[in-house]
């Protein structure tokens, strides 16, 4: 096992960092990292957006739920779905792009190059010891999430990233089991396993929280996502995704 893999495998969420900025330096490095991503037909379909400003991450954070690391950390990205510069690209050669950028399918090749940059970014600042947190919240208030920002035409704030030194140590959460996200040849369907798999998991999951929590908590992970999806949220994105010129076609 190398420097890189114990990186992965020790991988988890931070919600309290001390309020060190970060430099510059390291600020570029993370951005660099991100851009060396792979993206679809090197169409770069993203941006990153670096907020400083407390006042505005003290919004940003009221936005995205009240959640406390939105504002203190030492530095908080967004990370933008983006083809604005692919609309300008179009206009600089006199070709109309519109119909391309405006379909679902490139709505989701930006949504995927914004996330694979955004993995990259983690990976980057956890190798230089920080700590980071993805928020998915500022897509609650998207819509003024991206007047806050000034987002123009096609470009869409997709989730943003608490960044820092941690102020406290966190236990990795454990995840299924490799038989149940990884099938070979094709989807196994057999229901008997899928079942039993996600028993086994459950039980490990339940284990995790009692520990965790001191007795407190011990809720199953169907429980759990069972009760979240059973509430339908954030409805409003795909009229904003509309708003913005996306899913048109």
């Known amino acids: 096992m190398n420097a890189t893999i114990e990186t992965l495998l020790n991988h988890r969420s931070i919600r309290k960092f001390t309020e060190k900025p970060l430099s510059q330096e390291q600020i570029e490095t993370i951005v660099q990292s991100a851009q060396m991503a792979s993206t679809s037909s090197f169409i770069q379909a993203y941006t990153i957006i670096g907020v400083k400003d407390p006042s505005k991450k ?10 406390s690391y939105v504002e203190k950390n030492g530095h ?15 206009a600089m050669e006199n070709t109309d792009v519109g119909e391309s950028i405006e379909s679902t399918e490139k709505f989701l090749v930006a949504a995927v190059d914004a996330s694979l940059a955004a993995q990259n970014a983690v990976i980057a600042a956890e190798s230089m010891g920080l700590g980071i947190c993805y928020i998915g919240g ?3 208030n ?5 007047e806050l920002l000034n987002l123009p035409e ?3 704030p997709i989730f943003g990233l608490a960044v820092g030194e941690p102020a406290h140590e966190s236990s990795p959460k454990p ?6 996200v990884y099938h070979e040849e094709e989807y196994n369907r057999d229901e008997t396993a899928f079942k039993k798999d ?13 520990k965790r929590t001191s007795g407190k908590r011990k809720d199953r992970w169907t429980e759990q996502i069972a009760g979240m999806l059973a509430e339908p949220k954030r409805l409003h994105m795909k009229g904003y995704l509309e708003e913005k010129g996306f899913l048109k076609r």
């Not at 908080?76 to 179009?90: E, I, M, P």
């Open 154 to 156: 096609y470009v869409v």
């Open 142 to 146: 998207v819509k003024e999430v991206g």
């Open 198 to 210: 996600l028993d086994e998991y459950n039980e490990t999951i339940s284990a995790y929280y009692e």
């Open 138 to 140: 500022i897509r609650n």
């Open 175 to 180: 995840r299924l089991p490799l038989s149940h």
């Open 76 to 90: 908080f990205f967004v990370f933008c779905a983006d083809l604005h510069r692919h609309q300008v690209a179009g």
């Open 58 to 67: 003290t919004k940003l954070a009221a936005l995205a739920g009240n959640q």
